[in-house]
Structure formats: C-alpha cells, structure tokens
C-alpha cells in the first residue's frame, strides 16, 4: 500500500480561514469599496464601474452552477430579466411599496428556480443546457409579447419615489453612491457563496457534481441539493437584475434574452468557473474589453471569441485558475 | 449496528430480451463473508446491481433483515445498512479524501470515519485530492466509501481488480479483519480466487445468468460442472492459506 501522493503539489492544503479573520476580511472589502468614489472622480468611471461590478454578480451565478452542479446554463438571463420587470412593474404600476417590489424581484425569480430545478436538475450534460435556454427564451418571449404589461420591445420606464428602506432614492441613481451599494452586495455575495461552498452543504453538492451515483450510494438524494443551488444561482442573478433595474431606471426584453447568458457563460469560462471569484474576474474582462475595443471597432466581440478559444484551448481554468498557479508557484519557492 | 441476513428470491433481468440473470436465489447469513464467483458475462455485477438497487430487477424480490427492500431506492436501502463498492472505481476525484469521507459520515448515524481511514491505510492522504492518489489508494478509497457508517450488508464488486498480488493479499486481510470487528455480512464478487478461498465462507457459482452451485469452498472447489465453467487449475491454486 502506498501513502505517498502520486503529485507532491497536491498535498497544498486548501486555505481555510477562521471566523474573525473572515469578518475583517470582509469589512476591509466593504470598506476599500466604498473609498473607491472618494478616489474617482468621473462619474463615466463610476457609472461604468458599477455596470461591470453588476454583471460580475451575474457572471457569479452562472458559475455556481458551474463549480457546485457541474452544470452549465444558457437561461441565467431570464431570472434576471425576470427580477429586473418585477422590480419596474411593481413600482412603475404602484402594485406595492419599493421595498416590497425588491423583496419580491428576488423572492419569485429564486422560487421559479426552485421548482423548475426540482424537475430539470437530473437532466444530464448538454440536454441541461438546452432545457435552461428554453426556460430562459420563455422568460425573454414573456417580457417580449405581453405588451399590455411590459410595453412589448419599448421597454418600461419608471421612477422610483423620494424614499427606499428609508434612504433618499437618488441613492440608487447616483454613480457614486450607486457603486457602494453595488459594490456592498457583490461582496456579500461572495463571501456568502465562498461560505456556502465551504459548508457541508457545498461538500455535498461538489460531491454531488463529481460522481452523482456515488453520492446515492453513500446515503443523498441528489434531487433537492442540486435544485437548491439552482434556486441560488437564480437568487444571485436576479440580484444582479434589481441592481440593474433600479439604477436604470428603465427595462426592456434585451436583458432577458439568451445571448446576454451565452455571455455570462463566456465571463464565467474566461475567469475561472472552478473558482468563487473567477467569474466576477472574467466579467470585468469581458467589460474592460468590450469598453476598450468598442472603441475602435464594432467587431468587439471578435477580440472575446478569440480570448475565449485561447483561454479554452490555453488556460482551461481561466485567468483566475492561472492568477492561482503563479501564486501557488511563487509561495512554493 | 451487527450484520443482518440479506436473501434474493427468484431474480430475474432482462435487457431487451436477454437474459442476464435468471430465477437465482442466494442467502447471505449475519455476519459471513459469502463469495459470487463465475466467468465474465456470468452476471455477477448485474446481481450486485439488482441488490444494492441500482437496477430494477425484471423478477424475484430482495430483502434485507427480513424487510423486502425490492422497490426501495439506493437511498433507502443505504439506510437500512446496504452499502457496496463498484468494479470501477467509484469516488469523488475532485475532492480531498477527507472531505469525501466527511461528506460519507454526515449521512450515516455511525460516525467511524478515523476508524476506517485507519483500518485502510489512508490517514496520511487525507488532505490529497482522489484524482492525485495512486490505483490501489483508490480502490481503497473506493471500500471506505462503503465501510464508512458500518454497513449491515457490504457488496464488494471485485475489490481488488487491478491490484497486485501483494495488494489484493493486503486487501483481503483487511477485509476479513473489518468484518470481523463490526460483524457485518459480506458478498464478495472476486476473479482473485485465492483472496475469494482465503476469506469466503460460502460461495455461490454463476454461469450465463444462472445459479450453477453454491456451498463451502471445499464443495464448491470440488464440483466439476464448476472447474469446468470456470475454476478449472485456479482450484488447486488458492484457498493455501
């Protein structure tokens, strides 16, 4: 019997990180947030700095699904079209309060997730896939053909009133003051799916991931674990959604269409999808390069298929999984 | 928990017309070590699979202390103490052995995880990933997986496929000492017949889908329609010890 490692890298231990030192983690990301508009002065800047801190919380939920249920999914962008009309409707048509129309934009996309995962999460592989494009083009033709209530292709436009949770609502619409609160849930959000992964409920469903028959057989359904991340990565999305909506100000069917979560999934690959951070990092990359080279060119999206093919062909565990090895490697020495 | 008394009736499995098992009947007693011995195609893992209910059987019924478990999920039948281990090896590659023996004892109520990375040598690889430990290490792996929670009823499919010599003798000590520590009943699916003669108490003979013979190892060694189907000189090979 042989107790040597076949590789003697893989004996590198995970990080692991006590509570306390969590906690400051945690208030040293919230804060070095929020000095960043005291640092920035272009509102441009900032504006276009949130838009990216909010795909990279929808980039983050595509990746979820990726590191926790090995599953990858086209119709992200339906739960969070579907989180960004709740919050327009419900506001736009005074259905309930602002605060409620919030609530609600994150309780019913997350829900829906919940009970079509129950149903689709056994459905292997590419199959999968093509299920979640279905459920979100579904969402997007919802969005796209009930006129008499989304305003069709026009969009919808609304104002939010003087006050939300009590706070001036030119909070939401302010670049600065906009980038600290989205900033604020992009942290929590992370810290809160590097938690959950940790946990022996993100064991279980990484176990889950890697051999599904096994994991029955040492004892777990795996019906409700997989659908529960599901309905997460679904929550995380329409967070996106409502950052999205609120600060806009205004929704139309294009974000809930599939090709917004073909690009959620190309961010996710690019950063790292086995990674809690690699997605949000390759969603500033897709930003930054959509940016930087729609300036010159309409053919920007040319510069990410190129990136994406040698990131797929290169690098399979993204930037982030190569940040990671150099680290490894220079820690080592 | 103790070892509990596991009896198939009549089962039967059909796939598209063929007949992998057909009408076989076994009954495994507390705390034994039985053997399923036969050539390839013989059935073997299909019967393991009938048993442990990863598949339906077409026919015949399986129960498990008593309790007929024959429609029950692998979940439940887990529950009530089956556990096996696979041909193939069976684990979470991506994982750190810690953290899947972890995952294993959180749905047993017997919390022996120390106990089983002890008993099978793998204390000093727990913080590696699966996929980074060698073949045998895995197959090992693969049997803690089944042992952790102490099983009533433990399926072993051919435990020792790919190992060396020495490993499968290793493998077979093991085997028997768990056994015999915690009394669980065992069958035992294994080309390896000195480990099958070294720790079986009784062994059942399958040839194309049906129950040749089944007996103690003596009788079995000794039955022609069984060295002609498939002993044949591994007879008078194994069971030296």
């Given at each position: 019997?042989?107790?040597?490692?076949m590789?003697?890298?893989?004996?590198?231990?995970d990080?692991?990180?006590?509570?306390?030192?969590?906690?400051l983690?945690?208030?040293a990301a919230?804060?070095?947030?929020?000095?960043?508009?005291?640092?920035?002065?272009?509102?441009?800047?900032?504006?276009?700095?949130?838009?990216?801190?909010?795909?990279?919380?929808?980039?983050?939920?595509v990746?979820?699904?990726?590191?926790?249920?090995?599953?990858?999914?086209f119709?992200?962008?339906?739960?969070?079209?579907?989180?960004?009309?709740?919050?327009?409707?419900?506001v736009?048509?005074?259905?309930?309060?602002?605060?409620?129309?919030?609530?609600?934009?994150?309780?019913?996309?997350?829900?829906?997730?919940?009970?079509?995962?129950?149903?689709?999460?056994?459905i292997?592989g590419?199959?999968?896939?093509?299920?979640?494009?279905?459920?979100?083009?579904?969402?997007?033709?919802?969005?796209?053909?009930?006129?008499?209530?989304?305003?069709?292709?026009?969009?919808?436009?609304f104002?939010?009133p003087?006050?939300?949770?009590?706070?001036?609502?030119?909070?939401?619409?302010?670049?600065?003051?906009?980038?600290?609160?989205c900033?604020?849930?992009?942290?929590?959000?992370?810290?809160?799916?590097?938690?959950?992964s940790?946990?022996?409920?993100?064991?279980?469903?990484?176990?889950?991931?890697?051999?599904?028959?096994?994991?029955?057989?040492?004892?777990?359904?795996?019906?409700?674990?997989?659908?529960?991340?599901y309905?997460?990565?679904?929550?995380?999305?329409?967070?996106?959604?409502?950052?999205?909506?609120?600060?806009?100000?205004?929704?139309?069917?294009?974000?809930?269409?599939?090709?917004?979560?073909?690009?959620?999934?190309?961010?996710?690959?690019?950063?790292?999808?086995?990674?809690i951070?690699?997605?949000?990092?390759?969603?500033?990359?897709?930003?930054?390069?959509?940016?930087?080279?729609?300036?010159?060119?309409?053919?920007?999206?040319?510069?990410?298929?190129?990136?994406?093919?040698?990131?797929?062909?290169?690098?399979?565990?993204?930037?982030?999984?190569?940040?990671?090895?150099?680290?490894?490697?220079?820690?080592?020495? | 928990?103790?070892g509990?008394?596991?009896e198939?009736?009549?089962?039967?499995?059909?796939?598209?017309?063929?007949?992998?098992?057909?009408s076989?009947?076994?009954?495994?007693?507390?705390?034994s070590?039985s053997?399923?011995?036969?050539?390839?195609?013989?059935?073997?893992?299909?019967?393991?699979?009938?048993?442990?209910?990863?598949?339906?059987?077409?026919?015949?019924?399986?129960?498990?202390?008593?309790?007929?478990?024959?429609?029950?999920?692998?979940?439940?039948?887990?529950?009530?103490?089956?556990?096996?281990?696979?041909?193939?090896?069976?684990?979470?590659?991506?994982?750190?052995?810690?953290?899947?023996?972890?995952?294993?004892?959180?749905?047993?109520?017997?919390?022996?995880?120390?106990?089983?990375?002890?008993?099978?040598?793998?204390?000093?690889?727990?913080?590696v990933?699966?996929?980074?430990?060698?073949?045998?290490?895995?197959?090992?792996?693969?049997?803690?997986?089944?042992?952790?929670?102490?099983?009533?009823v433990?399926?072993?499919?051919?435990?020792?496929?790919?190992?060396?010599?020495?490993?499968?003798?290793?493998?077979?000590?093991?085997?028997?000492?768990?056994?015999?520590?915690?009394?669980?009943?065992?069958?035992l699916?294994?080309?390896?017949?000195?480990?099958?003669?070294?720790?079986?108490?009784?062994?059942?003979?399958?040839h194309?889908?049906?129950?040749?013979?089944?007996?103690?190892p003596?009788?079995?060694?000794?039955?022609?329609?069984?060295?002609?189907?498939?002993?044949?000189?591994?007879a008078?090979?194994?069971?030296?010890?």
């Amino acid at each position: 019997m042989s107790a040597e490692p076949m590789n003697p890298s893989a004996t590198r231990r995970d990080w692991t990180i006590t509570m306390p030192v969590a906690l400051l983690l945690l208030a040293a990301a919230l804060a070095s947030g929020m000095a960043v508009p005291m640092m920035i002065a272009s509102s441009l800047l900032l504006s276009l700095a949130l838009q990216a801190i909010i795909e990279a919380i929808f980039a983050t939920s595509v990746g979820i699904l990726i590191k926790q249920n090995g599953r990858i999914s086209f119709g992200q962008a339906g739960f969070y079209g579907a989180a960004a009309y709740i919050a327009a409707l419900v506001v736009e048509r005074e259905l309930a309060s602002p605060e409620l129309a919030i609530v609600l934009a994150l309780v019913i996309p997350t829900a829906l997730a919940f009970v079509l995962g129950l149903l689709i999460v056994k459905i292997p592989g590419i199959a999968f896939a093509m299920v979640t494009l279905a459920i979100g083009q579904a969402l997007y033709e919802v969005a796209y053909k009930w006129r008499p209530v989304t305003n069709g292709d026009d969009g919808l436009a609304f104002s939010l009133p003087d006050t939300v949770f009590f706070l001036d609502s030119d909070i939401f619409l302010s670049p600065a003051s906009m980038f600290i609160v989205c900033w604020c849930v992009f942290v929590l959000i992370l810290f809160g799916y590097a938690w959950l992964s940790k946990s022996p409920f993100g064991q279980l469903t990484e176990a889950i991931r890697d051999n599904p028959e096994r994991a029955q057989f040492i004892g777990y359904s795996i019906t409700l674990p997989r659908a529960l991340i599901y309905a997460f990565a679904a929550f995380v999305a329409a967070c996106a959604g409502v950052l999205f909506s609120l600060y806009n100000g205004f929704v139309s069917p294009s974000i809930a269409h599939w090709s917004f979560s073909g690009a959620g999934l190309i961010m996710a690959i690019i950063g790292g999808p086995r990674l809690i951070w690699g997605p949000a990092l390759g969603a500033i990359v897709y930003f930054w390069i959509k940016e930087v080279a729609g300036d010159y060119s309409d053919a920007w999206p040319a510069f990410v298929g190129a990136i994406l093919i040698a990131v797929t062909l290169l690098i399979p565990s993204g930037f982030g999984g190569l940040l990671v090895s150099l680290f490894d490697r220079v820690r080592r020495r | 928990m103790t070892g509990a008394t596991m009896e198939a009736r009549g089962i039967t499995c059909r796939f598209a017309g063929f007949v992998a098992l057909d009408s076989v009947d076994i009954t495994l007693r507390p705390g034994s070590i039985s053997g399923l011995i036969g050539p390839n195609g013989a059935g073997k893992s299909t019967l393991i699979n009938a048993l442990s209910g990863a598949i339906a059987p077409s026919a015949g019924s399986v129960s498990l202390d008593g309790h007929d478990v024959t429609r029950m999920s692998i979940v439940e039948r887990k529950r009530r103490g089956l556990s096996r281990s696979f041909q193939k090896t069976n684990i979470f590659p991506d994982l750190t052995l810690r953290t899947q023996l972890a995952v294993a004892t959180r749905a047993a109520t017997v919390k022996n995880m120390d106990e089983v990375a002890e008993g099978l040598a793998l204390t000093e690889l727990l913080d590696v990933p699966a996929r980074d430990i060698s073949y045998g290490d895995q197959r090992r792996l693969d049997l803690a997986l089944a042992l952790i929670g102490r099983p009533k009823v433990l399926l072993l499919d051919e435990p020792a496929a790919g190992l060396t010599a020495a490993e499968s003798r290793d493998l077979a000590r093991t085997i028997k000492s768990l056994v015999q520590r915690w009394n669980v009943t065992v069958l035992l699916v294994e080309h390896d017949m000195e480990v099958v003669f070294s720790i079986c108490e009784q062994l059942y003979v399958l040839h194309l889908g049906k129950l040749l013979t089944h007996g103690d190892p003596q009788t079995v060694r000794a039955n022609k329609d069984v060295i002609t189907a498939y002993l044949g000189s591994s007879a008078d090979e194994g069971g030296d010890e």
